[in-house]
């Protein structure tokens, strides 16, 4: 009898354990896979790709371009897989199913929203040996011109009945609780945030070293603000002024509203002859350089002097600012051999690494097609397309 009873406890005991990793089965780190060919594989588009982080409680799904933060509200177990919930309304859901638990490789049925569901697959960090690795293709990858909004921040407002987002840095959208668009805009050479202690739409808008903190309320079909604070940059710190202004969110204009404050010369306007002179050239940052393009557009007469002051701000440290005056160089003279040299360099000082060996192999591809001295090369363009 002793016998049979520890049978049972045993047989209770792994029957407990195989529940308990079934439950549990959908914990870990999983890379995103794709069908081909009737077997799964990893893709390298030479970005990072797709990725989820599950634990017990939470869902970090990493994406292309945009990344998913969730807590698991709860979960349920049937026939067709663990579905772990993000709402207690069951409208929102990720739903895991083994494919192939020898290979780790799993299927999930996102559902996002009610009229927003995918099926994604992914392998479980753990077995990532077990799929083959293949290089992306156009139709695999997505390339910077297929690349949409990226949201940066956002922020549910009005009671719950609006969320505004941040997207690209520069541009909000106002949507209701149902997702539907109620007003977008973007903000010419301004960076945009959300300050998450504000009222109603609370933003800092900077623009070049000097910015704005404005709240923008709901007024019938409009946001208007009652008060900005505006903070100057000077030489001897940082001024901020506070007044009262009604400003429409539709209409904002960062130097309209600068001339309210009788700072009128805060904009710096600055003229295609001062990128000549290092001093001035130093303290020019990336939206001034934008404002002197749009204004002096390049062309045949002034690109030697846009690639010298490109040149000047690599020597400065100044890559940004560099790499936007010589990507409209190429744009405009697409066989300029020495400007995708300096381009690679500053792009590769900026940590976009990538683009830069595009550069740099297209410098050496001009070099040969016309003939150049290849001896002239710089080393560093050798090592640093390896």
Same mark, same amino acid.
């Given at each position: ?78 026939? #067709? ?18 494919? #192939? ?22 392998? !479980? ?42 997207? #690209? ?10 997702? !539907? ?23 800092? @808008? ?63 306007? +600055? ?20 404002? +002197? ?31 936007? @005056? ?37 410098? @050496? ?7 150049? #001295?290849?001896?002239? @090369? ?6 640093? +397309?390896?």
């Amino acid at each position: 009898m002793k016998k049979i009873i520890f049978g049972l406890l045993m047989l209770s005991l792994i029957l407990s354990c195989k529940s308990q990793d079934s439950k549990e089965n959908y914990i870990g780190t999983w890379l995103e896979v794709k069908q081909k060919n009737k077997e799964f594989v990893l893709v390298d588009c030479g970005y990072e790709g797709g990725s989820l982080k599950t634990s017990n409680n939470s869902i970090f799904e990493k994406g292309i371009m945009e990344d998913v933060d969730m807590k698991i509200d709860h979960i349920k177990e049937g026939e #067709d897989g663990i579905t772990l919930f993000t709402d207690k309304l069951e409208k929102s859901y990720y739903k895991f199913l083994w494919i #192939d638990k020898e290979k780790g490789i799993s299927k999930w049925e996102i559902q996002y929203s009610e009229s927003s569901k995918v099926v994604k697959y992914f392998v !479980n960090a753990l077995n990532v040996k077990s799929v083959k690795k293949i290089q992306g293709t156009k139709t695999d990858c997505i390339s910077k011109e297929d690349v949409g909004d990226v949201v940066n921040d956002s922020l549910v407002i009005n009671g719950g009945n609006n969320i505004i987002l941040v997207e #690209d840095d520069n541009c909000i959208s106002l949507k209701n609780k149902k997702g !539907n668009l109620i007003f977008e805009r973007c903000f010419d050479n301004s960076i945009v945030k959300i300050r998450h202690t504000g009222e109603g739409i609370p933003l800092t @808008i900077t623009n070049g070293q000097n910015s704005m903190d404005i709240d923008f309320f709901s007024k019938g079909n409009e946001w208007i603000s009652n008060s900005v604070t505006y903070y100057k940059s000077s030489s001897s710190g940082e001024d901020k002024n506070t007044k009262s202004m009604a400003v429409s969110l539709k209409e904002f204009d960062f130097n309209n509203v600068v001339d309210q404050f009788g700072d009128v010369n805060s904009k710096g306007l +600055i003229s295609l002859d001062d990128i000549k002179n290092k001093e001035k050239l130093k303290e020019i940052d990336v939206y001034k350089i934008a404002d +002197i393009l749009k204004a002096n557009p390049i062309c045949n007469e002034n690109i030697a002097l846009y690639n010298d002051a490109a040149f000047n701000l690599i020597e400065m440290e100044n890559f940004n600012e560099a790499r936007i @005056i010589l990507l409209d160089i190429v744009n405009f003279s697409p066989d300029r051999v020495v400007a995708y040299l300096n381009l690679g360099d500053a792009q590769w000082g900026f940590d976009e690494n990538e683009d830069a060996k595009k550069s740099y192999q297209k410098y @050496i591809s001009l070099m040969k097609t016309q003939g150049k #001295d290849l001896n002239k @090369i710089p080393k560093r363009v050798y090592e640093r +397309i390896k």
